[in-house]
């Protein structure tokens, strides 16, 4: 089946710094990509998608780039704040039998200290 | 605020017992999913509906169903509860369910089986 790897957190920063979260998934159709975002008590929110091959999704100064060469869809950030403390979800959503199956990682905690 | 609703917040039972949790999801969305999120699964999805109809099914135990209602709300069912079902249980609704479109998550359910 359909599956997403993101890298294990949490990842912790400086405010300022750059962020590359990665995630690589396997898929068995041609999904669409996503990521989502959860911050402390509630529920996860899109951060921002991608449904083709080298689409770039991008919102709120982070973006990810689908590289169906390399079935990667990793997240980045040039310059992160305190405020982008959260954990983040990459997810698929694949076709299955008539129906799109969704898909999610196990989640990466940013912590951004000032 | 995401304009999915979920209730209640907090649910404390016993092992054994049976629980109902409920989700009305947002105005003009037809299509809703349950997820069960704990430490150790991550993020796993259940069930959706569209429309009133099951449309997919995911990593959904026997002991647990689900249905939606005319009025498009949804509620989970679980039954014969053990430590094991001790998570968050978040419901999300999208326009169609398709393979592009955004789920708009609720906050969450915490359900603690003692």
């Known amino acids: 089946g359909d599956s997403v790897t993101q890298m294990e957190g949490p990842v912790t920063l400086s405010e300022e710094a750059c962020l590359t979260i990665?995630?690589?998934?396997?898929?068995?159709?041609?999904?669409?990509l996503f990521w989502y975002v959860q911050y402390p008590g509630e529920g996860l929110q899109l951060l921002l998608k991608?449904?083709?091959?080298?689409d770039k999704g991008s919102n709120k100064g982070f973006e990810a780039t689908y590289r169906k060469e390399t079935t990667s869809f990793h997240l980045e950030k040039g310059s992160v704040q305190v405020s982008d403390s959260a954990v983040y979800f990459c997810?698929?959503?694949?076709?299955?039998?008539?129906?799109?199956?969704?898909?999610f990682g196990r989640g990466t905690s940013l912590i951004v200290h000032p | 605020d995401s304009g999915v609703t979920q209730t209640p917040k907090h649910l404390i039972t016993a092992t054994g017992q049976r629980v109902t949790l409920r989700c009305s999801p947002r105005?003009?969305?037809?299509?809703v999913y349950w997820y069960q999120q704990s430490l150790d699964q991550g993020l796993q999805f259940l069930i959706q509906?569209?429309?009133?109809?099951?449309?997919a099914k995911g990593n959904i135990l026997e002991r647990f169903s689900a249905q939606q209602f005319p009025d498009l709300h949804s509620e989970l069912n679980l039954s014969s509860l053990e430590l094991g079902d001790s998570a968050l249980y978040f419901c999300?609704?999208?326009?169609?369910?398709?393979?592009?479109?955004?789920?708009?998550f609720g906050p969450g359910t915490r359900l603690t089986v003692l």
């Open positions: 999300a609704s999208s326009v169609a369910g398709t393979k592009n479109n955004e789920q708009f």
């Open positions: 990665n995630c690589t998934y396997t898929a068995t159709g041609y999904p669409s």
């Open positions: 991608a449904t083709k091959a080298d």
């Open positions: 997810a698929l959503s694949d076709a299955s039998g008539g129906s799109y199956i969704p898909t």
């Open positions: 105005s003009g969305d037809l299509s």
């Open positions: 509906y569209y429309n009133g109809e099951e449309r």
